[in-house]
């Protein structure tokens, strides 16, 4: 079921508000300063939207699997980077398959970790090409350029076209849904932020990251994390003793993972 809070209702209701407002003036001269609360209603929305992939505010975005069994998710963003196979040494012993967004250009410099990846039978999504600072301000133009490049150096280094996305940041825009629709990708958001950019201390985020443990739950870290790093072993031991089995992302949110 698509959110009630979305992009087509938000602009929907500031056209009800603005008619509303409009005929008041004509028909009893009230003021048409009123026309600023729903205004700025609809631009808090617009950046709660923006800013929450969850909400499925500008495009359907799949984020958390069905809460009736233990079974959780991992995925890392920002790869493939030198630090990669470390972490496909952790997955293996524990028997975890995991997703790994990857930048298309580090995708493109690094094709042989993309196998690794692949044959261990973890899954590969697009990351965008650049993942620039700036790329919430890009055209549907570009941006479909950012993810048609990924999907190619993906497919060239595998075999396989990804079809999940997850865009950087976790922030969408009218322009980036667009483009997503029209490459035919998923959008992927998380349940659990792990904040291991911010977090150094790896037994905080240890503690943290139990603690979130939940059915369905989907676990965003990091490739280029150092702090994941050290305490994905001890991570995945305690989500195991607690009866939580990792499962890959397709299957915990029953989407398809390449075209």
């Not at 028997?95 to 899954?123: K, N, S, W, Y």
């Not at 922030?171 to 150094?200: F, M």
């Not at 443990?213 to 001890?234: I, K, Y």
């Amino acid at each position: 079921m698509k959110a009630a809070l979305n992009y087509r209702n938000a602009l929907l209701a500031l056209g009800a508000a603005a008619a509303v407002i409009g005929a008041l003036w004509a028909w009893a001269g009230v003021s048409l300063w009123w026309l600023a609360l729903p205004t700025a209603a609809y631009v808090a929305t617009v950046a709660y939207g923006s800013a929450r992939v969850s909400s499925s505010f500008f495009v359907e975005t799949k984020w958390h699997g069905a809460d009736t069994r233990p079974c959780i998710a991992l995925t890392f963003d920002d790869g493939p980077v030198p630090a990669t196979p470390a972490l496909l040494e952790i997955l293996r012993r524990h028997g975890a398959r995991a997703t790994f967004f990857c930048i298309g250009r580090r995708a493109r410099q690094q094709p042989e970790v993309l196998r690794q990846l692949d044959a261990a039978g973890h899954l590969l999504g697009n990351h965008t090409f650049t993942h620039s600072y700036f790329i919430d301000l890009f055209s549907t133009r570009r941006l479909r350029a950012e993810l048609r490049d990924t999907d190619a150096a993906i497919e060239a280094a595998t075999g396989r076209r990804p079809r999940l996305f997850r865009p950087p940041y976790g922030v969408t825009t009218p322009n980036l849904a667009r483009a997503i629709r029209r490459e035919g990708h998923q959008c992927i958001g998380w349940s659990v932020r792990s904040l291991d950019t911010v977090v150094q201390d790896p037994t905080q985020l240890l503690g943290n990251m139990v603690r979130a443990l939940a059915p369905g739950a989907v676990f965003l870290f990091h490739d280029t994390s150092a702090t994941t790093a050290a305490m994905l072993d001890e991570f995945l031991q305690q989500a195991h003793a607690r009866g939580f089995r990792v499962v890959p992302l397709d299957e915990l949110l029953g989407v398809a993972a390449y075209h």
